[in-house]
């Protein structure tokens, strides 16, 4: 499938099919919930097809938001028992159930974005005024909450939190975290995907004892930091975070909010700085930190990639750009989850190899301005991988394999987003 009319009639089926009236999941059976970060990117896509519809996704996520200002990683809108774990397991109280954990602050960025491209700038700018505060209040949670040395980056404290669940950068870290004494659960996700591309029971019995550890601590979110045993300062979540916080200043600002403008780019300025500290020239990339040992993570893995989603040193982009077409030898796909040299790599494990079409946007559009070539670059790979393997969750970065979920809600709203960008740039599909 090649044909830019035949992808876009594909994307807009599948954002259709998935869409519940108020929100999306990420596609049936696997996701049959609303989550965070995917409903911010696929707002983006939604805004090609109804621009009042993308607004909804996103003010249907703050609605959610809980009074101390995190934004939950899912919303459990409606009963469904073939999820693991589901309301029973997190018990965090609200109203509507939630879980008691995060993702990356992607929502300012999403909203700056749906603003720019409004064809009715006027009712835009209504309905984004009325998220300044909301999102402010996000990212103010995350830098009170994460970073109480006040160091200008934010730990995650459980992987899902980064969004890259099974990721290698967690590996040493996640060996402090027990897997005796949880209750005993069965997981859900397996009846929906080949369990050769999903996270490990070992892993999946850590994630649990991290989750009834904090439940047990009444997810009370000034507590958990210093509870957990597990805090990694990510730099992609990092980046993502930092990117919105300017997206929302420079919505703030034009929207007359100048106190809310004033302090996301404080927030953004004193942690721009502060990812120098994660920077690897032996790598040519940022890395991870261990909060707990202070030290930084040996792992090449696409976390250290997404850095470029907020504005760098231009060298640094370049050279991470240069990074990128390594990894471009060493596979058929880019952007890899992880660098296919490392022993570690595993090309169809879910964040352990596999190419990520959320990923590849974010990073391609860092690199924009200072390394078009390699952003057009992931790009193309980008589609054609659409036309290799459909739109799936994630996808094998040397055969191109579809893996994980079938048409995915947020896979086929950046496949519209790339579609957009190679007509604006007057290249083919």
């Known amino acids: 499938m090649h044909d830019r009319s035949e992808l876009v009639a594909a994307a807009t089926a599948i954002l259709k099919e998935n869409d519940r009236g108020s929100y999306t999941v990420p596609t049936r059976g696997l996701y049959p919930f609303q989550w965070n970060w995917d409903s911010c ?51 965090t109280g609200r109203p509507v159930p939630t879980s008691g954990i995060t993702q990356p602050a992607v929502a300012g960025f999403a909203l700056r974005r749906l603003v720019e491209r409004a064809r009715d700038r ?7 005024l009325a998220l300044l505060e909301p999102i402010h209040r996000w990212h103010e949670w995350f830098f009170a909450m994460r970073d109480p040395a006040r160091e200008g980056l934010v730990a995650i404290l459980h992987p899902w939190e980064s969004g890259r669940d099974n990721s290698v950068d967690w590996d040493l870290a996640f060996e402090r ?39 047990s601590l009444g997810w009370d979110n000034a507590k958990l930091h210093d509870a ?16 919105s916080c300017l997206d929302l200043a420079a919505l703030a600002e034009g929207l007359g909010a100048g106190e809310i403008a004033a302090r996301n780019r404080a927030w953004a300025k004193a942690g721009l700085a502060a990812m120098e500290g994660l920077w690897s020239d032996r790598l040519g ?22 850095a470029a989603f907020a504005p ?15 990894l471009a030898a060493r596979c058929r796909y880019v952007v890899p989850s992880h660098d296919p040299a490392d022993p570690r790599y595993d090309a169809r494990r879910y964040w352990r190899g596999p190419v990520w079409l959320i990923v590849n946007y974010m990073i391609s559009d860092g690199l924009e301005g200072v390394a078009p070539s390699v952003a057009e670059r992931i790009r193309e790979a980008s589609l054609e991988l659409i036309g290799t393997g459909g739109f799936a969750e994630y996808y094998d970065p040397n055969t191109g394999a579809p893996c994980g ?18 007509e604006a740039a007057g290249t083919e599909a």
């Not at 805004?47 to 919303?75: K, S």
């Not at 006027?122 to 984004?128: G, S, V």
């Not at 979540?237 to 990117?243: M, V």
């Not at 030290?295 to 893995?301: C, I, K, M």
Request: some cysteine; hydrophobic content about 40%; proline content about 7%.
């Open 41 to 91: 990117l696929s707002a983006l896509g939604l805004a090609r097809l109804d621009e009042g519809r993308a607004f909804t996704e996103i003010e249907t996520l703050f609605a959610h938001q809980w009074p101390d200002g995190m934004v939950p990683h899912i919303i459990f809108h409606v009963e469904d028992d073939g999820y693991f774990p589901g309301p029973n397991v997190w018990q």
């Open 122 to 128: 006027t009712e835009a700018e209504r309905r984004a």
């Open 177 to 215: 975290v027990p897997t005796s004494g949880i209750t005993p659960y069965t997981r859900r996700d397996l009846a929906h995907a080949d369990a050769s591309m999903r996270p490990t029971k070992e892993q999946y019995d850590r994630y649990l004892w991290l989750v009834e550890r904090f439940r």
């Open 228 to 243: 957990s045993p597990f805090q990694i300062v990510d730099p992609g979540l990092n980046a993502i975070l930092l990117r």
């Open 285 to 306: 990339q940022y890395l991870c930190r261990d909060r707990v040992t202070g030290t930084l993570v040996d792992s090449a893995s696409v976390g250290g990639l997404i």
């Open 312 to 326: 760098l040193p231009p060298a640094r982009l370049r050279t991470m750009a240069r990074r990128i077409e390594t």
């Open 405 to 422: 979920g079938g048409r995915f809600t947020w896979t086929a709203a950046m496949v519209l987003e790339f579609l957009a960008q190679a």
